[in-house]
Nanobody, 122 residues
């Protein structure tokens, strides 16, 4: 089994910063892409940022220039540094990792964390 656990969410004032972490554990052979998505009440889940195994990144338009995604392959961990936070960034943030559980897997599978709440409010 593979488990993803997020941490770092909370309440922050507008203009503040938070850093989210997501660590994968269990039967892991190799991790390809990692990413973060978010879902606000009444809205669909949307892309925040992704990072490939070689470090190429992609960001949603609403967070470009404010958020930075990074990864530590030795720790099976993906991070999301969020700066200049706005009230519209309030959402549940979910991490995802595309994982091969063994060298015999034909295809990688997408795993998701349980989500962490980020609230931006004064």
């Amino acid at each position: 089994q593979v488990q993803l656990v997020e941490s770092g969410g909370g309440l922050v004032q507008p203009g503040g910063s938070l850093r989210l972490s997501c660590v994968a554990s269990g039967s892991i052979f190799r991790i390809n892409a990692m990413g973060w998505y978010r879902q606000a009440p009444g809205k669909e889940r949307e892309l925040v940022a992704t990072i490939t195994s070689v470090g190429s990144t992609n960001y949603g338009d609403s967070v470009k220039g404010r958020f930075t995604i990074s990864r530590d392959n030795a720790k099976n961990t993906v991070y999301l540094q969020m700066n200049s936070l706005k009230p519209e960034d309030t959402a549940v943030y979910y991490c995802t990792q595309t994982i091969y559980r063994s060298e015999y897997d034909i295809a990688a599978m997408d795993y998701w964390g349980q989500g962490t709440q980020v609230t931006v409010s004064s």
